[in-house]
């Protein structure tokens, strides 16, 4: 999914990618709703249907959304 600046998924405004890897691309952007910065993953299509692919996403996100790794957005 290529997602363009000014893209928007639901109150998330998309700023601009910050990189991409086998599972997925990751955006900056700005909830606009609260007014805050944050990184957007997005698993690729082709694995959004295998479930191992699925549990590891869903325990990547877990784990990251416990630290605070992205303040320096």
Do not use: C
């Not at 600046?5 to 700023?15: D, H, K, L, S």
């Not at 599972?23 to 191992?52: F, N, P």
Request: glycine share 10%; aromatic share 6%.
């Amino acid at each position: 999914m290529d997602l363009r600046p000014g893209a928007r998924i639901g109150t998330f405004e998309i700023v601009g990618p910050l990189g991409a890897g086998g599972m997925g691309e990751v955006y900056r952007a700005r909830d606009t709703r609260l007014d805050h910065t944050l990184a957007i993953k997005i698993l690729r299509a082709q694995l959004s249907s295998d479930l191992t692919h699925k549990q590891r996403f869903e325990r990547e996100a877990r784990t990251i959304s416990t630290r605070n790794v992205w303040s320096a957005l």
